[in-house]
């Protein structure tokens, strides 16, 4: 499939590239070349070849999710090295 300036100044719109001539020029043959060989894909035969969703066969693992205790906020502040009233006091690291 060969492209054309009008459609590859529109992709280049629509992705928010800025291309001068000889970088369309460059990018035009690329995506020619790019195109070319997806077609052809369309040449191989896929009959009783299923589609993918995935890449592995494998399940995920999950676990059972199950409500434990957490640490309250005074246990959590007890051991704080500096604190305000119910939060930790940590350096500033942003202007």
């Known amino acids: 499939m060969q492209l054309d300036k009008e459609t590859l100044h ?22 020619s070349n790019i195109l070319s060989f997806v077609e052809k894909l369309d040449e191989v035969n896929t009959d009783g070849v299923e589609p993918l969703t995935t890449m592995s066969h494998e399940l995920n693992a999950l676990r059972e999710d199950k ?29």
């Open 10 to 31: 529109k992709i280049a719109h629509l992705a928010r590239l800025e291309l001068n001539e000889n970088d369309a020029e460059t990018m035009l043959k690329d995506m």
């Open 67 to 95: 409500t434990h205790t957490h640490l309250n906020r005074a246990a959590a502040l007890e051991n704080a090295p500096q604190k305000d009233d119910a939060y930790f006091r940590v350096p500033k690291v942003l202007e």
